[in-house]
């Protein structure tokens, strides 16, 4: 039977999934407590908190959640590395220096990710920057339309002031003037 303290473990896991974007699992090999703070330490700079899980608490609230695709990776000691934002780029900085502690997979934004899916997530550009670069090509298609629409009225305007031109140059029996240099493009 479960008693209190295992309850209040499991609620506790169960906040951990619904409160933060980024759950990454991770095996836990022991390390000496100084790395083990210095770890911490980088990884909070980063807004990544680190939590150490047995295996008989967090099991059961994964096999009755959307994230039971996890559970194979919960056999070995784990731990969880888990924030609000999505900072896969700076979780993986961070443990790249820590060899004891191994990424197996990761829920971000709630898509199930093994580690190379996790790596392929950090290459992507921020939102920010992805919303950035679609504003651009947005606003740049209306400017290129209006140059392709005004570049056969200016083509046009030009034309008849050659023909014009011409036309004078006729009734006076002078030479035509020059017409000006045209754009590519025929009549």
Known sequence: ???????LLRRQVEEVFQNNRMI???????????DVVLMRHYLRKHNIEVKFVLNEIVRPVVSQSKYKNLLPLFVARNILLVSPET??????????GVPQVNL????IDNAILSRQGV???????????AQGQTVGAL?????????????GSAHL?????QHIRQLQAGETGGPA???????????
């Open 177 to 187: 003037e020059p017409a000006p240099a045209q754009g590519s493009g025929g009549h």
């Open 1 to 7: 039977q479960d008693n209190g303290y295992v309850r």
């Open 87 to 96: 900072k896969a780029k700076e979780m993986l900085r961070v443990l790249k």
């Open 104 to 107: 197996l997979g990761a829920c």
């Open 139 to 151: 606003a740049l298609l209306p400017s290129q339309m209006s140059s392709l629409l005004q570049r």
């Open 157 to 161: 305007a030009a034309l008849l002031d």
């Open 119 to 129: 790596e392929s997530f950090a290459k992507l550009p921020s939102l920010e920057a």
């Open 24 to 34: 990454a699992v991770c095996q836990y090999n022991s390390m000496p407590d100084e």
